[in-house]
């Protein structure tokens, strides 16, 4: 797994190009690993997902997000890959 401090100083001149011609910013280091930028979270601990990454992922309104987490950091991801999985393992589909 890639570390964010190994992969953001491979960011610093297309991140000066990006943050100049967008107002998001959003970096893709290698294929498939990308930097949406910085979120904060509000009173009720709730996050806003940035429209890149929900574009990137599928993700819509109602959709139901799994939290992981280590003494590392946190991921979210979409549930229907777990249940995909089990109906595959289930013999569904």
Known sequence: MIQAMEIIPSFAAKYEKSYKSQKSITMEAESGKYIFGVVKVG??????????AREVY??????SLLVLGDMKGMAIIK???????????????
């Open 43 to 52: 009173d009720r601990g709730q996050i806003v997902i940035p429209k890149e």
């Open 58 to 63: 599928g993700i819509k309104a109602g959709d």
């Open 79 to 93: 549930t229907e890959i777990f249940q995909d999985k089990i109906d595959e393992m289930l013999g569904g589909n």
